[in-house]
């Protein structure tokens, strides 16, 4: 999918083997709160009653807006109510039981594809987000990843803290 936007400047591409769906950012963490967070997201899950299901990947989408592009996005159809409830439970624990801050925006499930840096290729961006509705594959959603990020020059690198199966 990201092809599709190889000519619109301004574009950072994320690497397609980093590619996920955020459940929750926590942010800057103490290191000493591993086992803590590691406990929360198992209970979370838990609580959450959603079993290993499939994600259908399809639609493109933007954040904040299509007049201002910070973030091209491919979203989630079949299987966005899995991840909403997942979202929910990780939300709840998070920040009502570990002093987290809430979310200040709704949940929507997608996968970043690029970032915008400068609007040089935004009415290209604005053109494919808006006639294309790509039904680009499923995925098999069956654990949720504890994620340390580590900001480098080449862009974030992910590391897995811990696995929870669903």
């Not at 091209?72 to 570990?98: C, K, N």
């Not at 809430?102 to 996968?111: A, G, K, Q």
């Amino acid at each position: 999918m990201q092809a599709k936007f190889a000519d619109a400047e301004g574009l950072d591409f994320v690497d397609p083997g980093q590619t996920h769906v955020t459940l929750k950012f926590l942010g800057d963490v103490a290191d000493d709160r591993e086992d803590e967070l590691i406990d929360a997201l198992e209970t979370a899950v838990a609580d959450s009653g959603v079993e290993p299901f499939d994600a259908e990947l399809g639609g493109l989408g933007v954040f904040p807006s299509l007049d201002y592009i910070s973030v091209v996005w491919l979203g989630v159809g079949d299987g966005s109510a899995e991840l909403a409830q997942l979202h929910e439970a990780i939300e709840t624990a998070f920040v009502e039981e570990h002093g987290f801050d809430p979310e200040d925006h709704d949940f929507t499930p997608h996968v970043t594809l690029a970032r915008m840096n400068h609007a040089g290729g935004k009415e290209l961006v604005q053109d494919l987000v808006r006639d294309r509705h790509p039904e680009v594959g499923t995925m098999r959603v069956a654990e949720v990843r504890l994620t340390e990020s580590t900001l480098t020059c080449e862009g974030p690198e992910y590391e897995t803290v811990h696995a929870v199966d669903l």
